[in-house]
């Protein structure tokens, strides 16, 4: 019985069968993807008649200056650096754009500065991060392997000042599964080195915005194989107000795919479980982030696609129309200790208001590759644990579309047991609000956790409303101190547990939401292989 | 608080079928070595203080004990299919009238009191599955860096808030890519004393260097290191002999060097044939971690 139970929707994806003979819903595994959906659709489409979105940002009509390629493979004996860096320090306030000349279309640089610029990267070029560490160097640890210190390294690109941007229809690629300079392992294995223990390694960021950085903007630019995270936001409001959502930052058409080969040039295979720590946007890692959109965008990666950290202060963002492969999820934490005392002496904790909706998460994109466990695969997530815990407050998913997630929903307060401390999380409000998660050919059953930390900090409100998890069963449902709020739509599963309370007020049968998954972005197939 | 890593889940079966622990404390448990009786919630305040403004008094689950003895309510955990079944308690100390006050969780949880742990008195340990800390049953309970032993976690904890040993500072002199910590005497840097701003990993001691000895204190620069590979030999050795303090002591058994267990680690003299801290012939290096 166990055995039919993981198997059937697996063949019922293959026979074509509708999934509705499992338990009564729509979601029709292998129909067509939504191509009104597509990634690559063309700009100005997106969002366009969304009114909690601004304007979708444009390229730049100035260029103050545009640096031509000279070379068609990232060259470590030529890097560079130093003819993009002196045309970025020379154009404050306008853009800089990287060109082909034609047959040269390759770039190769060292640590960068965006200071109150625009770096513009056209079509067709790509920009490579050095695997040279030396260069990186921070604090003696960058490029040794086997050492937790995740503040080894400086950044690839470091971007500070007044409306930065990196834009185009380019690509910077980060190099993350190639060999070191000098050495015969890769920043991705120096990640994996530390697995066993859980560590941090220190590898650089591709894109990190420094404190202070106001009215950021990040458009269209393809994102490849980051040694670690691939955009770390620290970004508001000059003014520190947010009279509109985009005022802070602005992340849209953007797509992270990580990695994007499926062997690295040594014939290594590469997967999203091989790049560990590799998490797509994370605002408010390095400092406060606030006002920010992150719209229309795709990222496949080997960690979080999202993850909003609060070890400073986060708030007021949108994140709609997005569409997710591979990862651990649209998640927030695991930081959310973080104060910040605002001009008007506000005190402000954690992570507040933020709004998630027209999201796609699906797991069938492409394998995650050997030793993955269900931990590699997610939907939404709310992580913390006592070590780093503080406010979540304010949060609403809705309209979102998750196939073949492990854990389609998890909201844990001991996203690492072991951590002791005394920041203890504290969860509020959190709303779901049309989320469907689908079973087409994963093996494993979706998992839901909702959980407080303890009875004196239980969640919640926890609102479910219309939140359908295809084949779930009673067992997959763990809820421990948490006060939840059944309806008004349809939930298909009941939580119980230690210290939880359930509110039932379902008032209709509604239908689940109807979900349709774009074909996203996975890396070229080698010749001969059979996907 | 240390913690042993080398718990007996066996052994604590062993000695729960032989008698010892025995008692469970439903509303009275009694053993050789005391007693344990309900208390009123009044007098421990187990589930918190009631509402001044007239609002409803707050039920966290928690059940109240007194104890006469070395008897702990919480001391007759099963184990079911390797799963700990038992009560989680935390210590209120002596009551006025000599007893020991203890608040437990009402129900029964998957963590188990561990009476073989080694944690540092008054502290005591569980050992618990799933995610859910000791904390998460009591929310009184202050539980130190946590241990997977298999399937399990071992955790020391306390009633009453810890007393670290340690504080991480960013003034100890250490590299850049070392953490700071001073220490009270006897005391080395655990993982649980890190900053919330701290890369932290799955281990409970961090690579120490030889302290610096201060007035009232010392000092140590610490970092975690990956694990030693398989059948790596080297040890952290805080007394070989004419290490300076801020550098590394370490005594491997084996031929391997202590730059191939823990990378970064320079040891510009060769090593000298001697004995480790506990005695035990090994090759003493004296090391930098670049």
């Given at each position: 019985?166990?055995?039919?139970?993981?198997?059937?929707?697996?063949?019922?994806?293959?026979?074509?069968?509708s999934s509705?003979?499992?338990a009564?819903?729509?979601?029709q595994?292998?129909s067509?993807?939504?191509?009104?959906?597509?990634?690559?659709?063309?700009?100005?489409?997106?969002?366009?008649?969304d009114?909690?979105l601004?304007?979708?940002?444009?390229?730049?009509?100035?260029v103050?200056?545009?640096?031509?390629?000279?070379?068609?493979?990232?060259?470590?004996?030529?890097?560079?650096?130093?003819?993009?860096?002196a045309?970025?320090?020379?154009c404050?306030?306008?853009?800089?754009?990287l060109v082909?000349d034609?047959?040269?279309n390759?770039?190769?640089?060292?640590?960068?500065?965006?200071?109150?610029?625009t770096l513009?990267i056209?079509?067709?070029?790509?920009?490579?991060?050095?695997?040279?560490a030396?260069?990186?160097?921070k604090?003696?640890?960058?490029?040794?392997?086997?050492v937790n210190?995740?503040?080894?390294?400086?950044?690839f690109?470091?971007?500070?000042g007044?409306?930065?941007?990196?834009?185009g229809?380019?690509?910077?690629?980060?190099?993350?599964g190639?060999?070191?300079?000098?050495?015969d392992?890769?920043?991705?294995?120096?990640?994996?080195a530390?697995q066993?223990?859980?560590?941090?390694?220190?590898?650089?960021?591709?894109?990190?915005?420094?404190?202070?950085?106001?009215?950021?903007?990040?458009?269209?630019i393809?994102?490849?194989?980051?040694?670690?995270?691939?955009v770390k936001?620290?970004?508001?409001?000059?003014?520190g107000?947010?009279?509109a959502?985009?005022q802070?930052?602005i992340?849209w058409?953007v797509?992270?795919?990580?990695p994007?080969?499926?062997?690295?040039?040594q014939?290594l295979?590469?997967?999203?479980?091989?790049?560990?720590n590799?998490?797509?946007?994370?605002?408010?890692?390095?400092?406060?982030?606030?006002?920010?959109?992150?719209?229309?965008?795709t990222?496949?990666?080997?960690?979080?696609?999202?993850a909003?950290?609060?070890?400073?202060?986060?708030?007021d963002?949108?994140?709609?129309?997005?569409?997710?492969?591979?990862g651990?999820?649209m998640s927030?934490?695991?930081?959310?200790?973080?104060?910040?005392q605002?001009m008007n002496?506000?005190?402000?904790?954690?992570v507040?208001?933020?709004s998630?909706?027209?999201?796609?998460?699906?797991g069938?994109?492409?394998?995650?590759?050997?030793?993955a466990?269900p931990a590699d695969?997610?939907g939404?997530?709310?992580?913390?644990?006592?070590?780093?815990g503080?406010?979540?407050?304010?949060?609403?998913?809705?309209?979102?579309?998750?196939?073949?997630?492990a854990?389609?929903?998890?909201?844990?307060?001991a996203?690492?047991?072991l951590?002791?401390?005394?920041?203890?999380?504290?969860?509020?409000?959190?709303?779901?609000q049309?989320?469907h998660?689908v079973?087409?050919?994963?093996?494993?059953?979706?998992v839901?956790?909702?959980?407080?930390?303890?009875?004196s900090?239980p969640?919640?409100?926890?609102t479910?409303?219309?939140?359908v998890?295809?084949?779930?069963?009673?067992?997959?449902?763990?809820?421990?101190?948490a006060d939840?709020?059944?309806?008004?739509?349809?939930?298909?599963?009941?939580?119980?547990?230690?210290?939880?309370?359930?509110?039932?007020?379902?008032?209709?049968?509604?239908?689940?939401r109807?979900?349709?998954f774009?074909?996203?972005?996975?890396?070229p197939?080698?010749?001969g292989?059979l996907? | 608080?240390s913690?042993?890593?080398?718990?007996?889940?066996?052994?604590?079966?062993?000695?729960?079928?032989?008698?010892?622990g025995?008692?469970?404390?439903?509303?009275?448990s009694?053993?050789?070595?005391?007693v344990?009786?309900?208390?009123?919630?009044?007098?421990l305040?187990?589930?918190?203080?009631?509402?001044?403004?007239?609002?409803?008094?707050?039920?966290?689950?928690?059940?109240?004990?007194?104890?006469?003895?070395?008897?702990?309510?919480?001391?007759a955990?099963?184990?079911?299919?390797?799963?700990?079944?038992?009560?989680?308690?935390?210590?209120?100390?002596a009551?006025?009238?000599g007893?020991?006050?203890?608040?437990?969780?009402?129900?029964?949880?998957?963590?188990?009191?561990?009476?073989?742990a080694i944690?540092d008195?008054?502290n005591y340990?569980?050992?618990?599955?799933?995610?859910?800390r000791?904390?998460?049953?009591?929310?009184d309970?202050?539980?130190?860096?946590?241990i997977?032993?298999?399937?399990?976690?071992?955790?020391?904890?306390?009633g009453f808030?810890q007393?670290?040993?340690?504080?991480?500072?960013?003034?100890?002199?250490?590299?850049d890519?070392?953490?700071?910590?001073?220490?009270?005497?006897g005391?080395?840097?655990?993982a649980?004393?890190?900053?919330a701003?701290?890369s932290?990993a799955?281990?409970?001691?961090?690579?120490?260097s030889?302290p610096t000895?201060l007035p009232?204190?010392?000092?140590?620069c610490?970092?975690?290191?990956a694990?030693?590979?398989?059948?790596?030999?080297?040890?952290?050795?805080?007394?070989?002999?004419?290490?300076?303090?801020?550098?590394?002591?370490?005594a491997?058994?084996?031929?391997?060097t202590?730059?191939?267990?823990?990378?970064?680690?320079?040891?510009?003299?060769p090593?000298?044939?001697?004995?480790d801290a506990?005695?035990?012939?090994?090759?003493?290096?004296?090391?930098?971690?670049?």
């Amino acid at each position: 019985m166990r055995a039919l139970h993981f198997v059937w929707p697996a063949l019922c994806c293959a026979l074509g069968c509708s999934s509705d003979k499992i338990a009564g819903l729509q979601y029709q595994c292998g129909s067509a993807p939504d191509a009104t959906v597509a990634p690559d659709a063309a700009p100005g489409v997106c969002g366009a008649n969304d009114p909690n979105l601004p304007l979708e940002p444009t390229l730049p009509t100035d260029v103050c200056q545009t640096v031509v390629a000279d070379k068609s493979s990232p060259d470590e004996n030529d890097l560079d650096s130093n003819r993009i860096q002196a045309a970025l320090a020379a154009c404050s306030g306008r853009a800089v754009k990287l060109v082909s000349d034609g047959a040269n279309n390759a770039f190769v640089a060292a640590h960068l500065t965006v200071d109150s610029s625009t770096l513009w990267i056209d079509r067709g070029v790509t920009l490579y991060a050095s695997r040279n560490a030396d260069l990186y160097q921070k604090t003696g640890s960058c490029g040794v392997l086997g050492v937790n210190d995740s503040g080894a390294c400086n950044d690839f690109i470091t971007v500070r000042g007044t409306s930065p941007a990196i834009v185009g229809d380019g690509v910077i690629d980060g190099q993350g599964g190639e060999p070191l300079v000098g050495h015969d392992y890769s920043w991705w294995q120096m990640s994996g080195a530390l697995q066993e223990i859980d560590g941090s390694i220190g590898n650089p960021t591709l894109i990190n915005l420094s404190t202070g950085t106001t009215g950021f903007v990040l458009y269209r630019i393809t994102l490849h194989n980051s040694p670690k995270f691939h955009v770390k936001i620290t970004s508001s409001p000059a003014d520190g107000s947010c009279d509109a959502p985009g005022q802070g930052f602005i992340v849209w058409g953007v797509t992270v795919l990580t990695p994007s080969n499926w062997l690295n040039s040594q014939g290594l295979p590469m997967s999203p479980h091989f790049a560990r720590n590799t998490d797509g946007i994370d605002p408010g890692t390095s400092d406060i982030a606030t006002c920010g959109v992150i719209a229309c965008s795709t990222i496949s990666t080997g960690d979080d696609q999202i993850a909003i950290k609060g070890g400073h202060w986060v708030s007021d963002l949108v994140i709609a129309h997005n569409h997710f492969g591979t990862g651990h999820g649209m998640s927030i934490g695991s930081e959310t200790y973080g104060t910040y005392q605002d001009m008007n002496g506000v005190l402000h904790r954690g992570v507040e208001n933020v709004s998630v909706y027209d999201l796609t998460v699906d797991g069938d994109t492409r394998p995650v590759g050997d030793g993955a466990s269900p931990a590699d695969s997610n939907g939404i997530r709310v992580k913390s644990d006592s070590s780093r815990g503080g406010l979540v407050n304010n949060i609403t998913f809705s309209d979102v579309c998750m196939r073949d997630v492990a854990n389609a929903i998890m909201i844990t307060p001991a996203y690492n047991p072991l951590f002791a401390g005394t920041s203890y999380p504290q969860f509020k409000n959190l709303t779901f609000q049309n989320i469907h998660d689908v079973t087409c050919m994963s093996p494993v059953q979706p998992v839901v956790t909702l959980e407080g930390f303890n009875a004196s900090l239980p969640a919640g409100p926890i609102t479910l409303d219309n939140v359908v998890v295809d084949n779930i069963g009673p067992q997959a449902v763990a809820a421990a101190f948490a006060d939840i709020r059944l309806g008004p739509g349809n939930v298909n599963f009941m939580p119980n547990g230690l210290g939880v309370t359930v509110t039932n007020g379902i008032t209709d049968a509604s239908a689940p939401r109807a979900c349709q998954f774009p074909t996203l972005p996975v890396p070229p197939v080698p010749p001969g292989w059979l996907r | 608080m240390s913690l042993s890593s080398t718990t007996s889940r066996l052994f604590v079966s062993l000695l729960l079928a032989s008698g010892i622990g025995a008692g469970a404390c439903s509303t009275q448990s009694s053993s050789s070595h005391g007693v344990c009786v309900v208390s009123a919630d009044s007098a421990l305040g187990c589930n918190g203080v009631p509402d001044p403004d007239g609002g409803a008094t707050p039920n966290l689950g928690l059940v109240g004990y007194s104890c006469t003895g070395s008897a702990r309510p919480d001391e007759a955990p099963t184990y079911a299919d390797g799963v700990p079944q038992g009560v989680v308690c935390a210590d209120r100390g002596a009551l006025a009238d000599g007893t020991q006050g203890y608040c437990c969780s009402e129900a029964l949880t998957p963590c188990a009191l561990n009476p073989v742990a080694i944690c540092d008195a008054p502290n005591y340990g569980y050992q618990c599955r799933g995610s859910q800390r000791p904390e998460a049953f009591v929310s009184d309970l202050e539980c130190g860096q946590g241990i997977y032993e298999g399937d399990l976690i071992d955790y020391c904890c306390s009633g009453f808030p810890q007393t670290d040993g340690c504080t991480q500072t960013d003034s100890a002199g250490c590299s850049d890519n070392m953490m700071g910590f001073i220490c009270t005497a006897g005391n080395m840097p655990k993982a649980e004393q890190l900053g919330a701003n701290q890369s932290r990993a799955d281990v409970y001691r961090l690579l120490c260097s030889v302290p610096t000895i201060l007035p009232s204190a010392q000092s140590y620069c610490c970092y975690t290191p990956a694990l030693p590979p398989v059948g790596g030999t080297c040890v952290p050795d805080s007394l070989v002999p004419g290490c300076a303090a801020g550098r590394f002591g370490i005594a491997c058994y084996g031929p391997d060097t202590p730059g191939q267990d823990y990378p970064g680690m320079a040891c510009p003299d060769p090593g000298v044939a001697g004995r480790d801290a506990e005695g035990y012939l090994a090759t003493l290096y004296c090391c930098d971690f670049q």
